[in-house]
T-cell receptor, first 114, second 116 residues
Framework: AQSVAQPEDQVNVAEGNPLTVKCTYS??????LFWYVQYPNRGLQFLLKYITGDNLVKGSYGFEAEFNKSQTSFHLKKPSALVSDSALYFCAVRDSSSASKIIFGSGTRLSIRP | NAGVTQTPKFQVLKTGQSMTLQCAQDMNHEYMSWYRQDPGMGLRLIHYSVGAGITDQGEVPNGYNVSRSTTEDFPLRLLSAAPSQTSVYFC???????????????FGEGSRLTVL
């Protein structure tokens, strides 16, 4: 069965510093990996995805993520954090060999201080 | 475009009552799904559908029923509500998740359900 883990409940970063939100996954086939962001009292919004190809994926709002097959990780990164990046971030995975299920991690709250 | 529309936004039920959460999308997406969001648990998949007439169970299907009679609508039914079903429910759709597709999900704004 597929699963995804986000080991940090909260990440605190100063504005202007780089940020990383960690994600690891487990699948039996090839992984399709996604990052979503949720602002207060809203639904989730898609940020970026990795399907195949280049291990570094670029997405919305200056975010990027690096796929590492050997470490089964898909960490979300941004070179310079903004206060407006403060939100709840979710990593998600789909196993290419199984049914059409997208499984989400428990979420990481990102807090950017001015 | 309205995207994914969920109703109601808020609902309070008593234990044992039944209700239906409505979800409609106007993007002609094949794939639709329901998640529940609980603190510390992230989003957990309840049921999903890859097209009209086809539904399947997710991670936490017990206590919930779904049907997919049209492409646009995917209602979630609670037949006998329990306090453990207190949660925020999200409906999501995608144009590219049926079969081997890799499309992203589009989410509704959520429905907050409290069961007393």
């Amino acid at each position: 069965a597929q699963s995804v883990a986000q080991p940090e409940d909260q990440v605190n970063v100063a504005e202007g510093n780089p940020l990383t939100v960690k994600c690891t996954y487990s699948v039996s086939g090839n992984p399709y990996l996604f990052w979503y962001v949720q602002y207060p009292n809203r639904g989730l919004q898609f940020l970026l995805k990795y399907i195949t190809g280049d291990n570094l994926v670029k997405g919305s709002y200056g975010f990027e993520a690096e796929f590492n097959k050997s470490q089964t990780s898909f960490h979300l990164k941004k070179p310079s954090a903004l206060v407006s990046d403060s939100a709840l971030y979710f990593c998600a995975v789909r196993d290419s060999s199984s049914a059409s299920k997208i499984i989400f991690g428990s979420g990481t709250r990102l807090s950017i201080r001015p | 475009n309205a995207g994914v529309t969920q109703t109601p936004k808020f609902q309070v039920l008593k234990t044992g009552q039944s209700m239906t959460l409505q979800c409609a999308q106007d993007m002609n997406h094949e794939y639709m799904s329901w998640y529940r969001q609980d603190p510390g648990m992230g989003l957990r998949l309840i049921h999903y559908s890859v097209g009209a007439g086809i539904t399947d169970q997710g991670e936490v299907p017990n206590g919930y029923n779904v049907s997919r009679s049209t492409t646009e609508d995917f209602p979630l039914r609670l037949l006998s509500a329990a306090p453990s079903q207190t949660s925020v429910y999200f409906c999501a759709s995608s144009s590219g998740l049926a079969g081997t597709g890799t499309g992203e999900l589009f989410f509704g704004e959520g429905s907050r359900l409290t069961v007393l």
